[in-house]
């Protein structure tokens, strides 16, 4: 069955190829032929959608490899296909007046055949290879970006390659510990020795894909240089079905672990730590795409925490998450894109308009996919976040209170950029609409809607979701569910409350959740570049090898001046000790005699 | 022709026509140019001759005997023909390359005599199965290493050729006295016999450090490595053919045919190299990140990818022993290809100095193109061919137990990317420098640039085609393990 591999991997691969070489006489002709790509590749994740298929082939490094086609493989193909689709339209309108659009086509598609390779993959060298390769079109597609973005890319390759690397020994130890590098064969028990540390490893590197801290400070910095396209299609969708692919497959296929056992309180943890903290620097945020990027760490935390509980319902429900966080989220860098083009920037100080009467389009779905993101009920995002506080609470409540918080300040945050974009008053007085053109208005929509519609008709993707991980059984009964909406309303009302109260005080709408994160610090967090675990990183492997560099110095001095001095100092005295003076040769003939007959 | 003498000849053709290089040029250098190709070339064809003979799981085998058991027998197996096969490949590239970067030079006689030479002596020490022969064809290439460093004149060169000379030389005895030990402990100076002999003990265990004082000093392993980055002042050809592509795989071609299979080292002293080669990898990582000198980050950066291969050999597996094997041939290859990178650039701007550079993609595009592909194979990025041959030797030496080493040198791999982007970034990417306004952009045809593409094709191609070459390794390391 080598058709799946040359739809998803090979053609895609090979067209990137081609519209890298092509000459840019045809650049009509490299549009086609993208958005051809990515439409047959959307067609076949449809036309091939559920079928389970097992195939070898040889093609691919002339390694005899097998690939399996199945229930959450192909799920996963068709959701990342599908916003392929929508990027690919968006950036071709989005992209047009910049020279290296056609560049960012290219490696578009890399990443696509790439992502489709892991995806597809039972074999876990082959995993690594497309997994490690995806920096390689990730790299790029940042390069293409403005002012330096080749500095973000260079942060991107370095921060990711630590994270991959981590994959790599723990995908090595479990090729060891599990006897097998065929992926469906591994099953190992986490108390096996070996296994606990292949687990650590692998979590980070799964981890650091969807942007968990430390390994986040890339994608803030990306979304400010890099192309909309790459936020949507790479951060969005791409690193957070990587991500929450491997980890469902850590803990349902790979390791045998305990229900809230010691690591999956730390893993929790980890996702805990990871939404917060991001949630809270979200709030700070004067652009609007980085503080999206920053919403975007934090709801990789919300993933994490559901499947780290180990439960079915935790897998569920970050499964769920993971297609409403994709929707929402992409929506809303659309309707950044569209900010961009219309205004110029999306930073806070730029926007001269009243984006509500100049983008009316733009506003709806702002709108549509706030709500979504905000949790509002009836919203895409409502009934996954449901569930992640349910498998949240049946470890413990800690964990959810600290859900709830994360979830106060995303909604904060949102609702203050509301205000900021759509809600005051224009700086410039001649309003005139400045909506934007067709190819990028269609995919902004769609998304739009989708945050609707599949929150009010959540059973498709449910349906969808349980074809795949099996029936949820709920952990609580009905009445701690209900307890939990109400508690999720109350934090959206009391979201709501803060931001008109304060916003007809100032301009801010941020009111006491500013000043309860200013009391800790969290401020000069914000402000403090030092903060970020990259620098802090690259300034101690700066001090490890200037320490090296001065070994490498002594050792040098040694052979280059040590050494030649002691030589000459030796040579010289046997020089004077052998002057001519006969009685100076007889003493040492004596004292040769001597030494022999000591020695003897 | 039967095998046995189209073995000798891959040894004997280039060291003694090798000295013809020198009359052909008085009298015509583009016949000189051509005889020094084709003394490359009949070695390659010969080793592509005897290859299918190897792989059918037979041994080539060559004897002359000499008195007091010091025999000149050259014995062709699979790990000994595909090394060989990547030396000479790499070093015909150089060649190719060095067409155009050395005819600017004078002593260009003694450049194309000495690397010849010095690739015949390479045969002989892969090829010699007794211990005096690889001395002997070792010291060789002490003595053509130190022509070629010292390539250029002036003072301090001389110095520092010197100083190669004098460290590898001395490492050189240290060996010597190894090999006498071994002798002496198993009867002979041949390797079968000594294989077959079975030693083992403190003796042996103390004439393998001598042994490895010589092998480290010529494989640039901390701390004995400090000439290998000096050397980096002759040609770039030479520093490729040195420091990537023949001498300092010597060693570790070395160690993997004595210690892998034949010559057990005790655990301790297994897990002293262990650690030797892994703090070697880590300060050389360290500099590299460092250093300001383009050729000199190169230079540390094979000391660091040495460890890698080190690290192969040591663990004693099958897995690791084919993963070292294929590092050999793959990091010859980019690390030639920077090296390569290395010249044209400094052709282009006169300087090695990484803060005088930048800005270069514009004016050197394919040079661009070509050492990011060959950095990201020494980085092991996939799909590039590094990639393959890095994950074979950790995971290899995780299933020989030992897991912590093989941690420490995924942290080496990560310094590796780290220094190697920071060179590309420095090179190629940032502001331009002013004085590179009046840089033309390069030309693809040119044996300079054309050399640096192919090994990039190289690097990516044996990535894409790895099954193929991995199938030879593991019939290697089946036919060392069955020694």
Redesign the interface.
Known sequence: MNILLNIFIIIPVLLGILLYFLPTKYNITKIVLFLITVSLNCFFSIYFYGKEILFNTHVLFRLDLYFRYYDLSSFMILVLAIIAFLTAIYSVAFMKKDKNTYTFYAFMLLALSFTNGILLTDNFIVLLIFWEALMIPMFAMIAVGKNQAFLTAIKTLIISSVADLCLMFGVMLICVVGGSFVISQVNIDISQPGALFAFIMIFLGATAKAGAMPFHSWIPDASVKAPIPFMVFIVTAVEKILSIYLLIRIVKDFFVIDIGSDISIYAMSFGVVTLLVANMLAIYQKDFKKMLSYASIGQAGYMIVAISSITVFGMFAALFHMIAHIVYKSCLFFVAGNIEQAEGSTEISSIKNNLRQTMPYTFISFILAGSAFAGVPFFFAFFSKEMIYESAISVSWIFYICLAVGSLLSAVAIMNWAVKLFFSKPKDKIIQEKEVSTFMFIPTIITALACLMFGIFHKVPYNLITGIIGQETGEHSSIVAVILIVVSVLVLVLALVNNLYTCKKSQSGLGFVLVALNYFKVDKLNENKSFDPYEIFIKLIRKFSNIMFVIDKAVNYFYDVIVPVSVNFVSASVKKAHNGNLSIYLLWVVLGIIFIFIIF | MSYDILLLLIVLVPVLLSTLLPVIAKFSVALRNSFALLLMLIPMFFLCSILPEVLSGNIVKFVFQFPLGINFILQADIFATFTAIASVLVSTIILIYSFEYIKHYENQNEYYFIVVLFLGSMMGIIFSANLIFIYIFWEMTALASWRLIGFFREKEYIRRAN?AFL?TAIGALFMLTGFLIIAEASGSFDLDIIANAGITGGLVDLAIVFILIGIFTKSAT??L???L??AGIAPSPVTALLHAAVLVKIGVYVYGRLFSFVIIPSDSLRTVILIVIAVSA??????A???KDIKRVIAFSTISQIAFIFLGFVSGGKVAFAGAMLFILIHGIAKAGLFLCAGIIEHKVHTKDLNKMGGLLKYMPFTAIAFACCA?SV?G???FAG??SK?LV??GS??DGN?FT??AF??C???T??YL?RLF?KIF??EEKGEFVSLSKEKLLSPMVLSVIFLAVLSLGF??????I?AIANLAANQMISI
Request: glycine fraction near 14%; proline fraction near 6%; aromatic fraction near 24%.
């Open positions: 100083k460290l901390f701390p490595h400090s000439w980055a000096d880590f300060v050389s990582g360290g500099i990140f460092v250093e990201l980085m990025i996939p799909p990639f393959f994950f950790i995971i995780v299933m897991v093989g941690f995924i942290i791999a990560g310094f990317v780290l982007v970034t990417l940032g990535g894409l085609f790895f099954g193929d991995f």
